[in-house]
């Protein structure tokens, strides 16, 4: 069903994920509720069908689908003060939605992109209807290579990647608080899973192979441009 939720509207969109079972959490939906899609694509008018789009630089913004299952995902760590870091936030949206899952007490999302377009250009897109997540703190988008994660805030709640990483992301895994949670597509360009690993409280690490998933690389910037 995750491929025959769209609809003509942001709540249409939503109301139609929650039908076909994508989103079963009230927050979750609150969450994608209050962040219109609309916002941070190129063409509105394609914005709530279920599928990616692209917004330039050899980046998409994920099918919504995608979104909803990444939130669900991750629903269990997303509280009011907890800290996340969103690897490759392209558009934004998803940061928009960690950031009102996770809004008071301090909580805080850092969104890293290594194109300066598309820092700008998601700050732009935040600032249509969450500027006051900017404005106080809850959000921070910065340039910089997500591979390497962000250390200086570190460590995360919450750990989300969009692209896909060839290999198990050991330094991400670092950056993780114990209880900790990172979601990552892993495979080359044909065949990737998503996986998801969790620091437990002795600092061991559990990994679980979820679904099949086709994104676009994690790679350095000039690839990225020059792809």
Same mark, same amino acid.
């Given at each position: 069903?995750?491929?025959?939720?769209?609809?003509?509207?942001?709540?249409?969109?939503?109301?139609?994920?929650?039908?076909?079972?994508?989103?079963?959490?009230?927050?979750?939906?609150?969450?994608?509720?209050?962040?219109?899609?609309?916002? $941070?694509?190129?063409?509105?008018? $394609?914005?709530?069908?279920?599928?990616?789009? &692209?917004?330039?630089?050899?980046?998409?913004?994920?099918?919504? #689908?995608?979104?909803?299952?990444?939130?669900?995902?991750?629903?269990?760590?997303?509280?009011?003060?907890?800290?996340?870091?969103?690897?490759?936030?392209?558009?934004?949206?998803?940061?928009?939605? $960690?950031?009102?899952?996770?809004?008071?007490?301090?909580?805080?999302?850092?969104?890293?992109?290594?194109?300066?377009?598309?820092?700008?250009?998601?700050?732009?897109?935040?600032?249509?209807?969450?500027? #006051?997540?900017?404005?106080?703190?809850?959000?921070?988008?910065?340039?910089?290579?997500?591979?390497?994660?962000?250390?200086?805030?570190?460590?995360?709640?919450?750990? #989300?990647?969009?692209?896909?990483?060839?290999?198990?992301?050991?330094?991400?895994?670092?950056?993780?608080?114990?209880?900790?949670?990172?979601?990552?597509?892993?495979?080359?360009?044909?065949?990737?899973?998503?996986?998801?690993? &969790?620091?437990?409280?002795?600092?061991? +690490?559990?990994?679980?192979? #979820? $679904?099949?998933?086709?994104? +676009?690389?994690?790679?350095?910037?000039?690839?990225?441009?020059?792809?």
């Amino acid at each position: 069903m995750t491929w025959y939720s769209s609809g003509n509207t942001n709540y249409e969109l939503v109301t139609n994920l929650h039908s076909n079972g994508l989103i079963t959490d009230d927050r979750v939906e609150k969450a994608m509720l209050q962040t219109d899609r609309g916002d $941070f694509v190129l063409d509105r008018k $394609f914005a709530y069908i279920d599928a990616p789009l &692209d917004i330039g630089y050899s980046v998409t913004i994920s099918a919504p #689908h995608m979104h909803a299952l990444a939130l669900e995902m991750l629903k269990d760590k997303l509280r009011p003060g907890s800290k996340v870091l969103d690897v490759g936030s392209g558009s934004g949206y998803l940061t928009a939605c $960690f950031a009102r899952m996770i809004h008071g007490s301090n909580g805080r999302v850092i969104g890293i992109e290594h194109i300066r377009e598309l820092v700008d250009l998601s700050i732009q897109n935040i600032k249509k209807n969450g500027g #006051h997540l900017l404005n106080d703190g809850t959000i921070k988008i910065m340039k910089g290579d997500g591979r390497l994660g962000y250390r200086r805030s570190a460590p995360y709640d919450v750990i #989300h990647v969009g692209a896909a990483s060839s290999q198990r992301p050991d330094e991400l895994i670092r950056q993780l608080k114990e209880g900790g949670r990172l979601i990552v597509p892993v495979g080359n360009e044909s065949e990737q899973n998503m996986m998801q690993y &969790d620091k437990l409280a002795n600092g061991t +690490v559990l990994t679980t192979k #979820h $679904f099949n998933v086709l994104y +676009v690389p994690l790679t350095d910037e000039q690839k990225q441009l020059n792809s």
